[in-house]
């Protein structure tokens, strides 16, 4: 039974992915591109590869041509899969403008096998010139300057190509199954050209440092994107919702009244709303919490062990030498006044708005991320400390853990709200819409935020200014 069913909705997925592929390919203004980025593209890299390896050659630098290539070969393999965005884009959006999407989605296919269909249509073109690319070009280096790829290297960059390309397809197949026309979908696809373009980034700086294995963790990061995504749009697409929308509006006073009940949860009075956030607004972000405790415990083991390979010079965490002046260090950076207070609540607020903005567009993962840098800065000190010979205990106890046992709790509870916030595109109850699952979270994230995590910040900045400094005089001074 199971095997029939499977059987069934491959066979429903692959007449949509034929049907769109035999349109693609009749469509000109889709494989001039596609042939230009095949046959010439690589051909123009081929000629840069070899000038810059000559280049680099005459003045004694042939490391820099060696990684020069590779990094050009996955560039030879991204460019023809960027087309891919556009054809995604256009999947749903485009069909509606001409007028062509009620009959598909009046077929006795399954939401599921048109999703699909569409995904694999938008995928196969780009992703095979892609791979067709990237053998134009191996085969021009080879013949001339015999330069050959490491097998292990090729999977890898055969690897890449082809996540990244299911990564920026799937997302692009959710903006275009939401919005109701193409213009929308391609303004909204700068959340998925930033990101790839900065992974880019970060995959040429690996590449050009030598540091290959670290691809095959980014190629794992990227299997898991486009897992979520993939189950995100799955969840989301719904044929009825879609032939419904007309126009994207925005209704201020509908959003603002789903924000409203949300933050509000119905309470009537200050005791009854504190009540609920405790009662109903918590256990919500349990699993997140516990997820977040795991991540800070990582970031911190992670400072720490780095301590030994990135090691301070002992006089600079000699922790002996502070017990001199003391009071007069903490007065000269502004402890125990007011306008330090403010300096950190300021701060510590712009810092948990930004990771507010950066969780809500990435699944709650930059988020993490950011509030996990102090806690291995921490640990990277402590680690120091402790080659130096000196007592990281002592060091915690004096300059961390006063306001740190307000502060931790603050970020815990902070990042599992963001994370919930991120992460509510891929649990939208049914019935709902994206946006309304997205402002009900987003009016928990207000709630949790107004009645926990800015009390704690502010007893935390307070005791950080205040107290901190008199706990690390007592135990650190002479």
């Known amino acids: 039974m199971v095997v029939d069913r499977t059987l069934e909705t491959l066979n429903g997925t692959l007449i949509i992915a034929r049907r769109e592929i035999q349109d693609h390919l009749r469509d000109w203004r889709i494989l001039m591109p596609i042939m230009i980025l095949t046959l010439f593209f690589p051909m123009l890299m081929n000629f840069t590869a070899q000038q810059a390896m000559d280049f680099v050659t005459r003045y004694g630098a042939p490391i820099i041509g060696e990684r020069l290539v590779p990094f050009l070969l996955m560039i030879v393999g991204f460019f023809p899969i960027s087309i891919s965005l556009v054809i995604a884009l256009e999947s749903f959006a485009g069909e509606r403008e001409r007028l062509s999407l009620e009959p598909l989605l009046a077929t006795p296919l399954t939401d599921g096998q048109l ?21 134009v070009y191996l085969l021009g280096l080879v013949l001339k300057t015999g330069w050959r790829p490491e097998p292990q290297l090729l999977i890898q960059i055969l690897a890449l190509t082809t996540v990244q390309a299911i990564v920026m397809v799937s997302g692009a197949v959710v903006i275009s199954s939401q919005t109701t026309s193409v213009r929308a979908a391609n303004l909204l696809a700068s959340f998925i050209i930033v990101p790839v373009a900065e992974l880019i980034i970060l995959e040429s700086m ?8 670290v691809l095959w963790w980014i190629v794992l990061v990227l299997v898991l994107i486009a897992l979520v995504f993939g189950r995100m749009g799955l969840r989301l697409f719904n044929r009825e919702q879609l032939l ?16 409203w009940v949300a933050f509000t949860g119905g ?44 090691t301070l010079p002992p006089e600079y965490v000699d922790i002996g030498q502070y017990n001199q002046g003391l009071e007069s260090q903490f007065r000269y950076f502004g402890f125990f006044t007011g306008q330090t207070w403010r300096w950190i609540v300021l701060n510590n607020v712009r810092a948990l708005l930004l990771a507010t903005l950066l969780g809500a567009f990435t699944l709650g993962v930059l988020a993490e991320i950011l509030l996990m840098v102090p806690i291995g800065i921490i640990g990277y000190f402590a680690g120091n400390v402790a080659l130096a010979g000196g007592d990281k205990l002592k060091f915690l106890t004096a300059l961390v853990l006063p306001h740190a046992v307000l502060e931790i709790p603050m970020a815990v509870i902070a990042c599992a709200t963001i994370l919930r916030l991120g992460m509510a595109v891929l649990s939208v109850p049914k019935g709902e819409s994206l946006s309304e699952g997205w402002i009900k979270a987003l009016g928990e994230w207000a709630r949790v935020g107004l009645g926990l995590v800015l009390p704690l910040l502010l007893a935390a900045a307070a005791v950080e200014v205040f107290i901190t400094p008199r706990v690390a005089m007592s135990l650190l001074g002479g």
Do not use: C, H
């Open 115 to 135: 999703y699909l269909g569409k995904m694999i249509a938008s995928l196969v073109p780009p992703l095979g010139a892609a791979y067709l690319g990237i053998f």
């Open 244 to 259: 419904g929308n007309e126009f994207d509006t925005i209704d201020l006073r509908w959003v603002l009244r789903k924000f």
């Open 206 to 213: 690996v590449m050009f440092w030598g540091r290959y294995q």
């Open 267 to 310: 309470a009537t009075t200050l005791i009854e709303w504190y009540r609920d956030i405790f009662t109903r607004s918590l256990p919500l972000i349990k699993v997140a919490a516990l997820l977040t405790i795991g991540l800070f415990y990582v970031a911190y083991s992670v400072g720490y062990q780095s301590a030994e390979t990135f």
